[in-house]
DNA sequence: ATTCGTAATGTTAGTAACTAACATTTTTGT
DNA sequence: ACAAAAATGTTAGTTACTAACATTACGAAT
């Protein structure tokens, strides 16, 4: 399976860079594909949407279950934000320069940022289920999953945008402003 | 300029209808059309994307200058949060049969949804421009859009899935589970 | 090394959402 | 009734993507 994923990641890797060269829409899947020599049928067959090959990553695992650690006691919000805040220590601090400009494509094109939301739609789901399964009303949950979710991705896009500062200083100072105002308890 | 209007509305008119029946992708711009005795180049000329026969709706406008017009004293969040209220009371309450089916459709259309975050965006971007321009800066100022927003959509797709109540109640609701937990001044 | 199965890729043909350019009809003001 | 302008039609094209089937490259067992 090594021929695969070689061929995947210079596809990435061309569809990245001429993507940055040229904008998004002005760069076709067509292109990414000579660029490696191979057929734009391929090209799909490693991504299923011209996006992925930017949006592509290797986020939003076990999200669902760190929130479900959190105790059950705390008003849905705060479960959700302590629990993305557990979830990103756990993760490492991502390689900066590629990944910055990565998130750099992605903020500047309206279109990529929708269907990175579209891909989130995964995630934000698993989060309000598992509030819904602890009585959590619908209402509640979707505001909590998507206010958490918003502040993680706005907290990104700066990152990317900028050029000092590490993510997960972002993450917690996004997540904070969405914090009670009484803060930082620990339990 | 009443033929156009009148184009327009039929369109819309038979696009949600079969949409409805048939599911948003089954559904085919030309066949929208067709329905209409029109042809596909007038369907996109009344509708930049297909997408938008459903979501096309009149709300946004003076969001921006509801938030402007909150006192600068107050966090970000809460200007938002309160303008929003604000902007929300000024306007009617929607009627409720269509609208709601039209809500229902988006909500139980993962595509749709993501479009209509996609079509959010100048609104968003706007509020974040009123935010900075008094010195708020620029990450607090996207997460108290994007969480503000969010629960104005949450509560959008909750009340058009559900059968009772009126929107205002769910958009205070929704607005309310964001706000600092000592409750409800009012200046 | 040869053979053989499978994984990776190629080819062809097609659909559907759009866009551009230009022709035609319909509406409207006078 | 007539000319300007608005609305629509037609044709041709691009791009993202899918399906079906053919072909090549690769690794493992003999």
Redesign the pocket.
């Known amino acids: 399976?090594?021929?695969?994923?070689?061929?995947?990641a210079k596809l990435q890797a061309a569809g990245r860079r001429l993507i940055q060269e040229q904008g998004?829409?002005?760069?076709?899947?067509?292109?990414i594909?000579a660029e490696?020599?191979?057929?734009?049928?391929?090209?799909?067959?490693?991504?299923?949407?011209?996006?992925?090959v930017v949006l592509d990553d290797p986020y939003d695992p076990m999200i669902a279950s760190a929130i479900a650690a959190q105790p059950r006691s705390l008003p849905a919000i705060e479960r959700v934000r302590r629990g993305l805040l557990a979830a990103w220590i756990a993760l490492p601090e991502p390689d900066n320069h590629d990944q910055r400009s990565r998130v750099r494509i992605i903020a500047h094109t309206p279109e990529l940022r929708a269907k990175a939301w579209e891909n989130n739609t995964a995630t934000r789901a698993a989060i309000v289920n598992v509030l819904v399964r602890d009585d959590v009303d619908r209402l509640s949950a979707e505001v909590a999953a998507g206010a958490c979710l918003g502040a993680l991705e706005a907290a990104l896009l700066d990152w990317g945008t900028s050029s000092e500062g590490t993510l997960g200083e972002r993450i917690a100072t996004a997540l904070g402003l969405l914090g009670s105002t009484a803060e930082e308890s620990n339990d």
């Open positions: 399976m090594t021929k695969k994923e070689n061929t995947k998004y829409e002005a760069t076709t899947a067509d292109q594909a490696c020599g191979v057929s734009t049928m391929t090209f799909f067959r490693h991504f299923p949407s011209k996006a992925m």
